[in-house]
C-alpha cells in the first residue's frame, strides 16, 4: 500500500529527526549567548555580590564596611530611631524620595513614547538609503557633554533666558514665567536625555515592519486609526517594550540632570544612594538602599519576561 | 498606479511633525551651546561679542587632548565589544526553543541596567582593587574598557532583540534547505536583516559610555582622564566658552565622520 | 673608619640617588581645576620629571579609591578632616614635610593644626573660608550675619543657593543656632533642625555651582568660598563676601604622600617644591585661595593679594576648621539632611 510510507510511524520519525536537528542547532546558538553571560557574569554578577554582602555589613566610621553582621541598613530603610526621642518610629523619608523617582520615570516614559514611537515611524518609512542617516541624526546631539548640553537648556529656560527674553520682546508675557528649578524643568532634562533610547529600539523594530499587511488592512477598508492601533503598534511590541525599559530603568537611578535643572531641592533615588557612599559614610545603607530598589525592578522585569517569552518560540 | 498608493499606506498623519518637533528639541541646545563656544565674554551665561579664541585654547589644551584621547579609545572599544556580544546574545536568546535558564539570562544581560551607578561604580572598584591585589592583575585602560563594556551590553542588545523578536524566518530556512553552511546563512540573509537593529545598538551604546561619569571617575587609574571626568570636575569653577568649544569641536569631529561614512556609502551604492 | 665608611657609602648613594630621584613620573591626584599647569611644567623642567594629573570632585571620591588599595596614584590632596580620616586608618606616609628645606616657609599658623600636628605628613596646598556672597545691588541690608541664609530678609526669600554639602550646611544652622559643631545633644541637634526647616522654604537651590548662580542672577545670596567669591566680584563688583559674625567656617587643603607610592621620592620633592613662596603663588594665582606659605603674597597680583576674600576685616571670627565629626553624629546630620530634602 502507498500509505505504508505515511504511516504514522514514519511521520513520527521525520519529525523526530527534523526535531533533533533543530535542537542541535537551537543549542547551538544558545552558545552564542555565552560572551555576554560571562562578561556580565565575572564584571557585573560579582560585584553585585560584593554589594549584597556590604548590605549586611556595619558601616565603618568614615566609609566602608566593618565585618559584623546586622540587618539595621534594611530595617533603617522604613524605620528610623527618631532622632530626638530615641524610639524606632515609621519613616517615610526614603519612601518619598522613591515615589518621586519613580513618578518623574513613569511620566519620561509616557511622553518619550508619545514623542518616540512617531518619530521612530517617520523613520523607518524613509528610502532605505536614508535610514540610517536618520539613526545618526538623532545621536549626534550626544557627541557633546551632558553637563554642557544641560547648561545649554538651562540657557533656554531661565527667567533672564531665551524663552523667557523672546516673549518678553515680543510682549506675549509682562513677567517671566519661571520654569528653570521646577519639576517642569527636571522633566525636560529627562525627557532630553532618554528620547534617543526610546526612538532607537523602536526604530529597530518597526523598520521590518510587513507592509503588505497594512495593505491587506487597508483592503480590508481599515481606517488609518484601526491600521495604526490594530496592526503597527501590535507588531511593534518588542521595540515598544524595549524602549520602556531602555527609558524607565535608567530614568528610575537618574540623578546629575534633575540635580542640575531641578536645584537640588529634592532628592532623587541616585542621589540618596550616591549620598550614603559620600558625606553620609554609610555604605552598608547604600547597598541596602540600591538593592531594594533593583528588586522592585527585577519584580517587574520578571512579569514582562514572562509575557513576551510565549513568543520567542517562533524559532 | 502603485507608487503613489505605497507612499499613502505608510503614511499616519501628524506623525511628520512630531518627529521635526523632536529633531528640534534635540538640536536646539546643542545650537545654542555651539553658538556659545563663539562668545567673547567668558561666562557661558552672558553673551558679549564673537571671537574664535576658545578654539585656539581648546586646541592647545593638552588637558583636553588626552582626555578626548582617551574616551575615544574607551567609548570605541567599548561599543564594539558590547555590540557583538550583544548581537550574538540576541540571537542565541531568540533564535532557539525556550530553555531552562532563559529568564535568568534575560535578568543578567540586563543586570547593569538595574544597578544604580554609584553601586556599579563601587562595587567595580572594589573587585579591581581585589584582582590587582590578589594577582597583581591590572589591565590598564582595559579596566575601563571592560567597565564600559558590561554597562553598555543592555543597551546594545535591547534594540537588536526588538528586530530579533517575530522576524521572519523563511529566509534563514529557505538558506538551510539549500545546504548554506550556518555561517554563510549568518552573514548573507541574518546579520543584512539585522543591520538596523545592531546600528541602534551600537549607538546607545556609544553615547553611553562617551558620557558616563560615575563609573569611570571610580574605576579610572594615572592619566585615565575622559572627558566627561575632565568637564565635571571643573563644575566648581565658572564654566568658560572654552568648555563649549571642546563640545562643538566634538560634534563637528562626529559631523564629518557621518557625512563622509555617508559618502562612501553612497559612491559605494553608485 | 666606621663614620667615615659610611659618609663614603651616603655620599655614594647620595650620587646614585639624585639623578635617580630626579628621573621618572608622578602620578598626582587632586580637585577638578585646581593646579596651575604652569606649577606643573615646572616641576616637570626642575626635576625632569613626567607628572600625570587626573581630577576627583570631592574628599569621598578620593577616599573611596585611595582606601580600595592599588590606585596607583603618589599624591592626593585631601581637606583637613579628610587627612584626620587618612592617618587614622594609616593611609599616608610620613614624609616630615616640616624638617624639608621649604619646611621653614610654613605658616606658623598652619604648622600645629589639629589634622597633623607638626606637619609630618602633609604640606600647605591652600586655605580658605566658606560663608556666602550677596549681590549688594539688589540688596542693602546688613550682611556679616548667618540670619542672611537662616532667617532671610522678605526679599532674599526664595533667592538663596546653599552648597550641596551636609557639612557645610550643618555647621553654619549650628553657628545660627549657637551650639557646638559636631555636638550629640539631642536638644541642640533638635534646635539646628529647626532652623534648617525654617529656612528651607527660602532657599532655591542646593548646588557647588555657585558663581554661575550668582553672577547669571538666579540668586542674589549663594553661600561661597571665599576664591569662588573673589571671581564672582570679577564678573558683578557689587558682589560682597560675607563675613558673618556668628562664625566663620575654615577649610584647608593639604599636599598628601599616599603610603606605598611607587614614586616615593618625587612625591617627597613635589611636597617641598610646593611649599617655595613663589611656586605656592603660582597655586593660588591659578585657584584663587590663600596658600599658608610665609612670603607668597610677593608674588601675587597686589589686588587679588589685598582682596578683602582673602584679608578678613578687622573685628571679624577667626575661621573654624572642623574636626570630621564622630560617627553617631554623622548619622544624624545624615538623617536630618535627607529630611530636609525629602
Known amino acids: 500500500m502507498t500509505t505504508a510510507t505515511l504511516s504514522p510511524a514514519t511521520l513520527s520519525k521525520a519529525a523526530f529527526f527534523e526535531a533533533q536537528a533543530v535542537k542541535a542547532g537551537a543549542r547551538r546558538n544558545r552558545l552564542l549567548s555565552l560572551p555576554a553571560l560571562i562578561i556580565i557574569g565575572i564584571f557585573g554578577v560579582l560585584p553585585l555580590l560584593i554589594i549584597c554582602v556590604y548590605s549586611f555589613l556595619v558601616a565603618a566610621p568614615y566609609g566602608g564596611v566593618q565585618w559584623q553582621f546586622s540587618t539595621d541598613a534594611y530595617l533603617n530603610f522604613l524605620f528610623q530611631r527618631d532622632i530626638f526621642d530615641d524610639t524606632l518610629q515609621f519613616t517615610p523619608d526614603f519612601l518619598i524620595i522613591y515615589l518621586r523617582s519613580f513618578l518623574f520615570a513613569v511620566v519620561t516614559t509616557v511622553i518619550c513614547l508619545l514623542l518616540g514611537f512617531p518619530t521612530a515611524y517617520f523613520m523607518a518609512t524613509r528610502p532605505p538609503a536614508q535610514r540610517n542617516w536618520w539613526v545618526l541624526l538623532i545621536t549626534i546631539p550626544f557627541w557633546s557633554n551632558l553637563l554642557v548640553r544641560t547648561l545649554a537648556i538651562m540657557f533656554i529656560i531661565r527667567d533672564e533666558g531665551l524663552i523667557n527674553n523672546a516673549l518678553l520682546a515680543l510682549g506675549v508675557i509682562d513677567k517671566p514665567i519661571t520654569m528653570l528649578y521646577t519639576n517642569f524643568a527636571i522633566q525636560l532634562g529627562l525627557l532630553y536625555a532618554f528620547l534617543p533610547f526610546m526612538v532607537l529600539p523602536l526604530y529597530s523594530s518597526l523598520e521590518k515592519l510587513d507592509f503588505r499587511l497594512i495593505e491587506a488592512a487597508y483592503d480590508l477598508y481599515a481606517t488609518r486609526r484601526q491600521v495604526l492601533w490594530r496592526v503597527i503598534i501590535p507588531l511593534s511590541k518588542p521595540g515598544i517594550i524595549a524602549g520602556c525599559l531602555l527609558v524607565f530603568i535608567p530614568a528610575l537611578g537618574a540623578y546629575v540632570t534633575p540635580l542640575i535643572l531641578g536645584g537640588g531641592v529634592h532628592l532623587m533615588i541616585g542621589d540618596l544612594i550616591a549620598q550614603q557612599f559620600g558625606s553620609g559614610r554609610n555604605w552598608p545603607l547604600g547597598c541596602a538602599q540600591a538593592l531594594i530598589l533593583m528588586a522592585a525592578v527585577l519584580v517587574a522585569l520578571f512579569f514582562y519576561v514572562r509575557n513576551t517569552s510565549g513568543k520567542v518560540q517562533h524559532g | 498606479m502603485a507608487e503613489p498608493r505605497a507612499i499613502d499606506i505608510k503614511d499616519q498623519p501628524g506623525f511628520r511633525s512630531i518627529a521635526i518637533i523632536c529633531l528640534l528639541v534635540l538640536y536646539v541646545p546643542v545650537l545654542i551651546l555651539m553658538i556659545f563656544s563663539l562668545n567673547s565674554g567668558s561666562l557661558v551665561t552672558h553673551w558679549e561679542g564673537v571671537t574664535l579664541g576658545w578654539y585656539g585654547s581648546a586646541l592647545l589644551n593638552e588637558e583636553f587632548h588626552n582626555a578626548a584621547r582617551n574616551t575615544l579609545i574607551i567609548s570605541v572599544s567599548a561599543t564594539i565589544i558590547s555590540t557583538i556580544c550583544a548581537t550574538l546574545a540576541a540571537i542565541g536568546m531568540t533564535r532557539v526553543k525556550p530553555w531552562r535558564g532563559l529568564a535568568a539570562a534575560f535578568m543578567v544581560i540586563n543586570l547593569p541596567l538595574m544597578v544604580p551607578e554609584i553601586i556599579t561604580a563601587v562595587a567595580t572598584l572594589s573587585f579591581f582593587a581585589l584582582i590587582a591585589g590578589t594577582f597583581g592583575l591590572n589591565f590598564g585602560i582595559g579596566n575601563l574598557i571592560l567597565a564600559h563594556t558590561v554597562f553598555c551590553i543592555p543597551f546594545a542588545y535591547m534594540p537588536i532583540r526588538a528586530r530579533l523578536e517575530d522576524m521572519d524566518l523563511t529566509l534563514e530556512y529557505a538558506a538551510a534547505d539549500l545546504y548554506a553552511t550556518p555561517w554563510n546563512a549568518f552573514k548573507r540573509i541574518t546579520l543584512p536583516l539585522l543591520v538596523p537593529g545592531i546600528m541602534s545598538g551600537a549607538a546607545l551604546a556609544f553615547i553611553v559610555s562617551f558620557d558616563d561619569f560615575t563609573i569611570t571617575q571610580l574605576v579610572a587609574g594615572p592619566g585615565q582622564t575622559t572627558l566627561p571626568l575632565y568637564i565635571w570636575n571643573q563644575i566648581r569653577r565658572p564654566m568658560t566658552p572654552e568648555i563649549n568649544a571642546i563640545s562643538t569641536i566634538l560634534l563637528l569631529v562626529s559631523i564629518l565622520f557621518v557625512s563622509v561614512s555617508f559618502l562612501i556609502a553612497r559612491r559605494r551604492a553608485k | ?342
Open chain 3, 1 to 342: 673608619m666606621s663614620g667615615k665608611l659610611m659618609a663614603a657609602v651616603s655620599a655614594a648613594v647620595l650620587l646614585w640617588a639624585v639623578p635617580a630621584l630626579a628621573d621618572g613620573e608622578l602620578h598626582i591626584y587632586n580637585w577638578g581645576d585646581y593646579t596651575n599647569p604652569k606649577l606643573i611644567e615646572k616641576f616637570e623642567k626642575q626635576y625632569n620629571v613626567k607628572v600625570t594629573l587626573d581630577d576627583y570632585d570631592s574628599n569621598e571620591t578620593m577616599l573611596s579609591k585611595v582606601r580600595a588599595g592599588n590606585s596607583g596614584y603618589d599624591i592626593v590632596v585631601p581637606s583637613d578632616y579628610t587627612v584626620k580620616i587618612m592617618l587614622e586608618e594609616g593611609l599616608l606616609e610620613k614624609t616630615e614635610p616640616n624638617a624639608m628645606p621649604n619646611g621653614k616657609n610654613i605658616d606658623p599658623r598652619f604648622v600645629d593644626i589639629y589634622w597633623d600636628k607638626g606637619r609630618h605628613y602633609t604640606a600647605p596646598w591652600q586655605f580658605g573660608t566658606t560663608t556666602f556672597s550677596v549681590n549688594t545691588d539688589k540688596f542693602k541690608g546688613d550682611i556679616d550675619t548667618l540670619a542672611i541664609l537662616f532667617d532671610p530678609p522678605n526679599e532674599l526669600k526664595g533667592q538663596i543657593n546653599v552648597l550641596d554639602d551636609v557639612n557645610t550646611v550643618m555647621h553654619a544652622a549650628e553657628r545660627y543656632a549657637g551650639v557646638p559643631r559636631c555636638g550629640a545633644d539631642k536638644a541642640s541637634l533638635k534646635k539646628v533642625n529647626d532652623t534648617l526647616m525654617a529656612a528651607k522654604p527660602s532657599w532655591k537651590t542646593f548646588s557647588y555651582d555657585t558663581i554661575t548662580k550668582i553672577t547669571s542672577g538666579d540668586v542674589i545670596v549663594t553661600e561661597q568660598w571665599n576664591g569662588a567669591a573673589y571671581r564672582s566680584r570679577q564678573k558683578i563688583p557689587a558682589i560682597k563676601y560675607a563675613y558673618p559674625k556668628e562664625g566663620i567656617e575654615g577649610w584647608m587643603d593639604n599636599v598628601a604622600v599616599l603610603k606605598g607610592a611607587k614614586n616615593l621620592e618625587n612625591a617627597k620633592l613635589f611636597q617641598d617644591f610646593v611649599m617655595a613662596p613663589e611656586n605656592a603663588a603660582l597655586i593660588s594665582e591659578f585657584a584663587g585661595y590663600d596658600n599658608g606659605i610665609a612670603g607668597s603674597h610677593k608674588f601675587l597680583p597686589p589686588e587679588f593679594a589685598n582682596s578683602p576674600e582673602i584679608n578678613p576685616p578687622a573685628g571679624a571670627p577667626a575661621a573654624e576648621f572642623v574636626p570630621p565629626c564622630p560617627p553617631e553624629v554623622v548619622e544624624i546630620y545624615n538623617k536630618i539632611w535627607t529630611n530636609l530634602r525629602k
